[in-house]
Structures are given as C-alpha cells and as structure tokens.
C-alpha cells in the first residue's frame, strides 16, 4: 500500500496568515492526489483535485502544488471558517490512502 | 443539488452483521461510481471498497482489512448503494461516509457518516 505522510498533525495560525501543509507519498504517484476539509458532524469536502485543480465554488485562497512523491496545500490567508482538519489522498494505485490529517486551530 | 444520506448505523455486537444503505440524488446515479470511507475515532479517513457503474462492468474493490467480510452492492433503479458488513470486529468502530467519485479516485460528494459501533 501506498503510505502518505502528512505534517504538521496540527497547526495553530491567525487569521490573515498563510498555512501550508505538506503531503509525501511513499512512492511515486504522478498527480494522482487530493485534498478534503473535514468539520465535525459534516460531511467531507473536497478542495483540490489531482494535486492542483480547486474544485468549482471553492475559495481561491486555497491551492495545491506538487507532483511525483512530494505535495503541498496552501491557504494563502487564513480565515475563521477554515478550521477544520484537512486530509490528502492518494489514488495512484489501489488500495485508496488518506495522510492521517492536519487540525487547524485559530490562534 | 447533489445528495448523498447514509443510513442503517448502530450498535452490534462483535461477530453480528449490519447493513448500511446510502440514498443518492440529485444525479444520474447509474453512471457513478461509488466508494464507502470510514473514520473510527480519533483516526484518519480509511477508504473501505468501491463499485464501479454497470457500464464500467459493476465490478467490487475492497480494501485488505474489510475483504472477505464486507460487500458493497448498487440497485440503479432505487438509486441506493449498500455496504453489508459481516463477522463484525471491534475494530470496524467508525463512521462510514459514502461518497461519488469525480474520476476514478477523486471522492467529489460526500454523505454526512452514520456511526456504526462494535462492542459487547
């Protein structure tokens, strides 16, 4: 299975700043990635698709970058609603794997 | 509006069955591809196992933990994808979101979970 090591676990930042996360695959995975939000008691979202494509409706302070082995997702200035734990995805092969989440806390 | 509600969630004791439904709308449901993901607390998201459309051939995937234990079926006509889930372990403990795939691993809408707890 293709292992996805995702930093940090957690991440406190305020509002207006710039967050990033990182994803790495354990073996290459060309463009074959993605990334969820995730708040309690909702359903997932998706945010970016095939590492840097933003998903219709979603804020152009999000982005995604990256290719190969190694990912990043960006919110370029932080605002209040985007707390929320933000998970990548890999679908290069099966089975499908998820990073084990990034919690974005406001501080 | 696209739609995806999840159902049939609960608690079972370890070695019983359960099985979940999700009712699709607001789509061509036939020509989708679905897949279950779960979380179980406190841990990440775990994809459980996929079925393509008809068109596609309808065939299963599964991932290894799930194999053997789990089947996921459609019935196009009630718009409607099941997970039936046997020879249940604690360890099964999650939510389980069922979810449309934009391309072929790209889960694009997701349900709001149902809680399936395994304890004696």
């Known amino acids: 299975d293709i292992q996805m090591t995702q930093s940090p676990s957690s991440l406190s930042a305020s509002v207006g700043d710039r967050v990033t996360i990182t994803c790495q695959a354990s073996?290459?995975?060309?463009?074959?990635l993605n990334w969820y939000q995730e708040k309690p008691g909702k359903a997932p979202k998706l945010l970016i698709y095939?590492?840097?494509n933003l998903k219709t409706g979603v804020p152009s302070r999000f982005s995604g970058s990256g290719s190969g082995t190694d990912f990043s997702f960006t919110i370029s200035s932080l605002q209040p609603e985007d707390i929320a734990t933000y998970s990548c995805?890999?679908?290069?092969?099966?089975?499908?794997?998820f990073g084990r989440g990034t919690k974005l806390e406001i501080k | 509006e696209v739609q995806l509600v999840e159902s049939g969630g609960g608690l079972v004791k370890p070695g019983g069955s359960l099985r979940l439904s999700c009712a699709a709308s607001?789509?061509?449901?036939?020509?989708?591809?679905m897949s279950w993901v779960r979380q179980a607390p406190g841990k990440g998201l775990e994809w459980v196992g996929r079925?393509?459309?008809?068109?596609?051939?309808?065939?299963?995937d599964y991932a290894a933990p799930v194999k053997g234990r789990f089947t996921i079926s459609r019935d196009d006509s009630k718009t409607t994808l099941y997970l039936q889930m046997n020879s249940l372990e604690t360890e099964d403990t999650a939510v389980y979101y069922c979810?449309?795939?934009?391309?072929?691993?790209?889960?694009?809408?997701w349900g709001q979970g149902t809680l399936v707890t395994v304890s004696s």
């Open positions: 979810a449309t795939h934009r391309s072929e691993g790209t889960f694009d809408t």
């Open positions: 607001g789509f061509t449901f036939t020509n989708v591809w």
């Open positions: 079925i393509i459309s008809k068109a596609g051939g309808g065939t299963t």
């Open positions: 073996q290459d995975i060309n463009n074959y």
């Open positions: 095939d590492a840097s």
């Open positions: 995805q890999q679908y290069g092969n099966l089975p499908y794997t």
